[in-house]
């Protein structure tokens, strides 16, 4: 079984060596704070949110590496099956910026620890109806397309951006309402959402 904490640690600590090794260190690279959003809206089954923060470094002219954390709100309702949840991500990736200095288009990749908590009613409505809370943790990757352009100034820039993913190698825990245990599982899949981000560089 993939173990997602050991993967999620290797992958942070490398950001961080890459970050803030002599040779980059060196080179007196650029640093970006970015804080961004995406949203799904009530588009069949699901509707969904995730708040992002990032420090973001860049290696040499079109190279970056980032960390970040993430803020999860969603829920998925099928007139059936209805499962409510949040969960907080940490990760990091890299991104390559084809003009170089953190602008113009990029295309870039990432994979982030997520831990996630829901509610779910099954046969909603109905005399079967029954509920419980149900708890993941998993390893979400994911890929982006997006162009960073300034606005007025070289130190604040927007970034509007499609990005695509799914969670694997999911640990799902499910309990129902009257403390027994369940086998259901978080509907957390594969997605492709759009965000956009508000970049200050320093």
Avoid at 57 to 86: C, F, H, I
Avoid at 146 to 167: C, D, E, H, M, Q
Avoid at 176 to 188: I, M
């Amino acid at each position: 079984m993939l173990d997602s904490r050991k993967l999620s640690s290797g992958l942070l600590t490398g950001c961080l060596l890459a970050v803030f090794s002599p040779a980059v260190l060196a080179q007196g690279a650029s640093n970006s704070v970015n804080l961004a959003v995406a949203a799904i809206p009530k588009i069949g089954d699901l509707r969904a949110s995730v708040v992002m923060a990032e420090y973001e470094r860049l290696l040499g002219q079109k190279l970056t590496v980032y960390a970040r954390g993430s803020s999860l709100k969603y829920k998925w309702d099928n007139d059936v099956y209805v499962e409510d949840g949040k969960g907080t991500g940490l990760g990091g990736g890299v991104r390559f910026f084809l003009q170089g200095g953190m602008k113009g288009f990029y295309v870039g990749g990432g994979l982030s620890y997520f831990k996630s908590k829901w509610d779910w009613t099954d046969d909603t409505g109905t005399a079967f109806q029954t509920a419980g809370k149900g708890e993941t943790k998993s390893i979400q990757w994911g890929a982006e397309i997006g162009y960073r352009f300034n606005l007025g100034s070289k130190a604040v820039s927007l970034t509007p951006a499609i990005n695509l993913g799914s969670w694997l190698g999911a640990d799902d825990t499910c309990t129902n309402a009257n403390g027994t245990t369940c086998s259901k599982e978080s509907e957390l899949g594969f997605y492709v959402v759009p965000s956009v981000a508000l970049n200050i560089v320093f």
